[in-house]
T-cell receptor
Framework: QQQVKQSPQSLIVQKGGISIINCAYE??????FPWYQQFPGKGPALLIA?????SEKKEGRFTISFNKSAKQFSLHIMDSQPGDSATYFC???????????????FGEGTQLTVNP | EPEVTQTPSHQVTQMGQEVILRCVPI?????FYWYRQILGQKVEFLVS????????KSEIFDDQFSVERPDGSNFTLKIRSTKLEDSAMYFC??????????????FGPGTRLTVL
């Protein structure tokens, strides 16, 4: 079964700092790696995703870095804000057949707290 | 912006009772999923559905679970005889497998199921 290992489990940063969350995955057929942001009592919201044919993708303050050879990808949040305080999940797909969609395996989650 | 909707937001039931959780996926999406999240834990895949049939299911998705797309808009998860350990948040997701963005899955807000 696909495993996704996420670290750290929790992270506290000061406002304006950089938050970095890491994920490692096992062998799989894949076509993208998403990061989800979840606030308490809400569903996971897609934050940013990367395809494996690029090494980095940036959207505003959020950047995904992808290291295919190491089977790792990370989320960087620049200029972290108190409103970024949430749980972040990385995920990896499994099963990319045209007729099956992709079963997402989620990491354990990182609880990010950004202090004002 | 189109979004996945789920009803009810909270369902309380007695052990052994049947529950049906409802979802309306994004209208042009073709792949549908159910995931669950036990309080404080990671999101876990239950089942994927495409072309009116189950395409993949996890070991969690036993004979007590079933899914259905009764019409062109709704997607339901039925638990026939609920157990205490079924208490969790249940999330519906949908995707379109756009080859530009990959199989990006969008999640609904969830239904909190409490089994007493």
């Amino acid at each position: 079964q696909q495993q996704v290992k996420q670290s750290p489990q929790s992270l506290i940063v000061q406002k304006g700092g950089i938050s970095i969350i890491n994920c490692a995955y096992e062998n799989t057929a894949f076509d993208y790696f998403p990061w989800y942001q979840q606030f308490p009592g809400k569903g996971p919201a897609l934050l940013i995703a990367i395809r494996p044919d690029v090494s980095e993708k940036k959207e505003g303050r959020f950047t995904i870095s992808f290291n295919k050879s190491a089977k790792q990808f990370s989320l960087h949040i620049m200029d972290s804000q108190p409103g970024d305080s949430a749980t972040y999940f990385c995920a990896a797909p499994r099963g990319v057949r045209e007729t099956s969609g992709s079963r997402l395996t989620f990491g354990e989650g990182t609880q990010l707290t950004v202090n004002p | 912006e189109p979004e996945v909707t789920q009803t009810p937001s909270h369902q309380v039931t007695q052990m052994g009772q049947e529950v049906i959780l409802r979802c309306v996926p994004i209208s042009n999406h073709l792949y549908f999923y159910w995931y669950r999240q036990i309080l404080g834990q990671k999101v876990e895949f239950l089942v994927s559905f495409y072309n009116n049939e189950i395409s993949e299911k996890s070991e969690i998705f036993d004979d007590q679970f079933s899914v259905e797309r009764p019409d062109g808009s709704n997607f339901t998860l039925k638990i026939r005889s609920t157990k205490l350990e079924d208490s969790a948040m249940y999330f519906c997701a949908s995707s379109t497998r756009d080859w530009e963005s990959g199989d990006t899955q969008y999640f609904g807000p969830g239904t909190r199921l409490t089994v007493l």
